[in-house]
């Protein structure tokens, strides 16, 4: 029998975890990136023997493809993967081509914003309770490179809508939905709609003995619900309506009623803020569902330490708290981390905006900021947008001055906060190498 033909596009992440895990299933795998691989991921891909080119993307060579896997990365539109599709030579994503070589149980959390603390949190607690979890997916390692080298009896992954884009049976044992709020309009069609029936599709393929989680309280989930043909088990949770069925949180506690009930007060949960109520929530009816004992769960919740790079606290200096959100890539998630803040801020913004609508800032920045500090190469629109509701606004292009910027604008008792709401590809390799320089100009001062 002829050896399958694998083509991987894109050598990131993704893409080599799935060249490495194509090679141990068998197939004669290629992988191409028209960029050129980090020093990484070429070693890898020799150390496993997989042929590879960068810098260009031979056609000759990628149509003789049985089964190509695209990055997340690469749209759907490019000029590429039309021709492949005019070819009909099925094109997948990273995620699908990984579902199909385990049994093993997946959690799948996404939404728009909270998909790494929600996955990180859901993880830890696995860990606590002595299970063989791995976690994955759009953080840390690829599914494909968990499932080629670990073998786990359960994934947590963290997916975005660009790896749902491509799936064909992925199907999730728990699928968590925790928001739907404008992000990526651009690969959309700037479609609100677009974008939100794709989040839908982490339960396409589930079945009624599967889990459906999600935030009850989101417009824009509920009523797409009504429309989708859903077979899985709908489980909502919410802090406005007390449902028996899911999970409820009020002022005091946080109430899981399915399937069985407990209570955790508030004030136990290491995650604080609005926002994270609902990521515990859906963090916390999971572990039910997979009937981890609720002292475990309770333990974990209040044990769980943040996320990099998602309202980490840094350092205080000169009684000035420096908070590091650069996880924070759209509008919604500035709005998070806005309000979950006590004291008077100086905020950092900006970076490569994605169509963003800051009018749902306004409130909040009137009722909180001080000043603002611009930082990215092109900071029109958000000069345009708050330069009538902030009179302390300037303009930096590195780190180093936009920290000592907001040094400068802040005092005693002050939260210095980077929140961007943009996309950081303009004057950083990534959101964590902006996090990161945050973090290490913060020190020098």
């Given at each position: 029998m002829m050896q399958q033909r694998l083509i991987v596009l894109g050598g990131g992440e993704s893409g080599v975890g799935a060249a490495i895990l194509g090679k141990r299933q068998g197939y004669s795998v290629f992988l191409s990136d028209c960029e050129m691989l980090t020093d990484k991921y070429r070693v890898r891909l020799i150390d496993n023997d997989i042929e590879f080119e960068e810098g260009q993307h031979t056609e000759n060579i990628i149509f003789k493809a049985d089964l190509v896997v695209k990055s997340p990365g690469i749209p759907k539109e490019a000029p590429l993967i039309r021709q492949l599709n005019e070819k009909h030579i099925q094109v997948i994503s990273e995620i699908e081509f990984a579902s199909r070589f385990t049994d093993s149980k997946i959690i799948a959390v996404t939404g728009s914003n909270g998909k790494t603390t929600t996955a990180s949190l859901i993880h830890y607690i696995l860990n606590v309770a002595g299970m063989n979890a791995g976690l994955g997916g759009n953080i840390g390692r690829s599914f494909s490179d968990l499932v080629a080298e670990c073998g786990y009896d359960c994934y947590v992954l963290e997916i975005s809508s660009f790896q749902l884009d491509d799936i064909v049976s992925f199907k999730p044992y728990i699928a968590i939905l925790l928001n739907i709020t404008p992000d990526h309009?651009?690969?959309?069609?700037?479609?609100?709609?677009?974008y939100a029936k794709t989040k839908f599709k982490i339960t396409e393929n589930q079945s009624h003995e599967d889990y459906f989680v999600y935030?009850?309280?989101?417009?824009?989930?509920t009523e797409l619900i009504k429309e989708i043909d859903i077979q899985a088990k709908k489980i909502p949770y919410s802090m406005e309506t007390n449902q028996g069925n899911g999970a409820f949180a009020n002022d005091e506690k946080l109430m899981i009623n399915y399937p069985e009930k407990f209570e955790i007060p508030l004030s136990e949960l290491s995650l604080q803020g609005k926002h994270n109520i609902y990521n515990s929530m859906a963090?916390?009816?999971?572990?039910?569902?997979?009937?981890?004992?609720?002292?475990v769960i309770r333990r974990s919740m209040s044990d769980f330490t943040?996320?990099?790079h998602r309202l980490e606290f840094v350092l205080k200096v000169g009684g000035v708290a420096f908070f590091n959100d650069s996880k924070a890539t759209n509008v919604n998630a500035a709005y998070y981390a806005l309000e979950s803040m006590k004291e008077p801020v100086v905020w950092i913004v900006g970076g490569t905006d994605k169509g963003n609508d800051y009018t749902e800032l306004f409130e909040l920045v009137q009722k909180k900021?001080?000043?603002?500090?611009?930082?990215?190469?092109?900071?029109?629109?958000?000069l345009k947008a708050f330069s009538g509701i902030i009179e302390n606004i300037v303009e930096t292009k590195s780190m180093e001055e936009a920290v000592r910027a907001a040094y400068f604008f802040s005092e005693k008792g002050d939260a210095v906060l980077l929140s961007p709401a943009c996309a950081s590809f303009d004057l950083f390799k990534n959101y964590e190498d902006r996090g990161r320089q945050y973090k290490e100009e913060v020190k020098k001062l």
């Open positions: 309009l651009d690969r959309y069609d700037y479609k609100l709609e677009t935030d009850f309280d989101d417009e824009n989930i963090a916390a009816t999971t572990a039910n569902i997979l009937k981890i004992r609720k002292e943040a996320v990099e900021v001080k000043a603002i500090v611009c930082l990215g190469v092109d900071n029109t629109p958000i």
